[in-house]
């Protein structure tokens, strides 16, 4: 037998308790729900990398948890990974069919993101702000690192989480999800980053999170989908600009072939694009790059 405290044990860390994938499904995999198989593996390469080979032969509404990721991606093919147990960290297989026009897929990510911060404010009590396209972000106190469960955050913005959307098979969109839940401040991998717990979460419990997340996302794709994927129309579009942190910002925008415009973020479009207000008076939309902050929103 195993002895508990072994390093490759399921309960080696007992703050870190592994997820419930029972009644993890017992909860979310109803007949009428979206979810239609969930699965948790103990360790993978990337969630997205296993669901998107599988993609042609399993329905909409496929769930892949890994305890661990040891090849985690993020935008721009980015590696990251995290201890054991100490986050959620997990894909979903979207399949919008033809009543969602292609061009609106791109949408899929900031309403990934939208669901994320609506169910994490339920459930952690922690409001997570988006900053475009696709981080999460939290709010540490300055003067603690770790704060009391339902403390009010006043402090630094850091990154907590991050969500990639990739086509997967025929017809499908495979959609990662990471997010730190337990990480302590000495197991941050770099100085912007941060967890829900150093955010005072009220609750770290990643079965209550996960379960959160997955109906909020459940929620809001099928109202953008009743809406054929309309941002307007769903409630998307503005949903998302009232989370996102990068709007009211002073930003430079790091573009694809290293080009780089700066400029105030003034708005998402109805293409998901974020519009830069630039010095010369020009509206520019930026469809993809990675997004600096560079002076905080005008309280």
């Known amino acids: 037998m195993t002895p508990p405290d072994a390093s490759d044990s399921r309960w080696s860390d007992l703050d870190r ?19 239609t198989s969930l699965d948790v593996v103990t360790a993978t390469g990337s969630t997205n990398s296993d669901l998107a080979a599988k993609a042609d032969g399993l329905g909409e509404g496929a769930v892949l948890v890994a305890e661990e ?18 986050g959620l960290f997990f894909s979903v297989l979207l399949k919008p069919g033809a009543s969602v026009p292609v061009e609106r897929w ?9 669901a994320v911060a609506t169910g994490l404010a339920r ?13 999460l972000l939290v709010t540490i106190p300055k003067d603690s690192d770790e704060p009391r469960p339902g403390e009010a955050p006043t402090g630094e913005e850091r990154k907590a989480g991050g969500i990639l959307a990739e086509r997967a098979g025929a017809d499908g969109v495979v959609v990662g999800i990471g997010l730190n839940v337990t990480l302590r401040a000495d197991e941050l991998p770099v100085p912007g980053a941060g967890s829900l717990a150093l955010a005072g979460a009220v609750s770290t419990d990643r079965d209550t999170l996960l379960r959160a997340v997955l109906r909020s996302l459940e929620q809001w794709y099928g109202s953008w989908r ?9 409630g998307l579009q503005e949903a998302y600009a009232a989370a996102c942190a990068t709007l009211g910002r002073t930003v430079r925008a790091e573009l694809p072939g290293g080009q780089s415009v700066e400029g105030e973020a003034v708005a998402v479009d109805g293409d998901g694009r974020l519009v830069l207000a630039t010095s010369e008076g020009v509206q520019r939309p930026v469809a993809a790059g990675d997004i600096v902050h560079l002076r905080p929103a005008a309280p």
């Open 17 to 35: 308790p592994p997820l419930n994938a029972t009644a993890l499904r017992r909860a979310l995999l109803r007949p009428d729900a979206l979810w």
């Open 69 to 86: 990721q040891t090849a985690g991606r993020g935008r721009l093919d980015r590696r990251w990974s995290a201890p054991a147990r100490s």
């Open 106 to 114: 791109g949408w899929l990510p900031l309403l990934t993101g939208v």
């Open 123 to 135: 459930a952690a009590g922690v409001d997570t702000a988006l900053k475009w396209p696709n981080d």
């Open 226 to 234: 009743a809406a054929s994927g309309d941002p307007a129309a769903s």
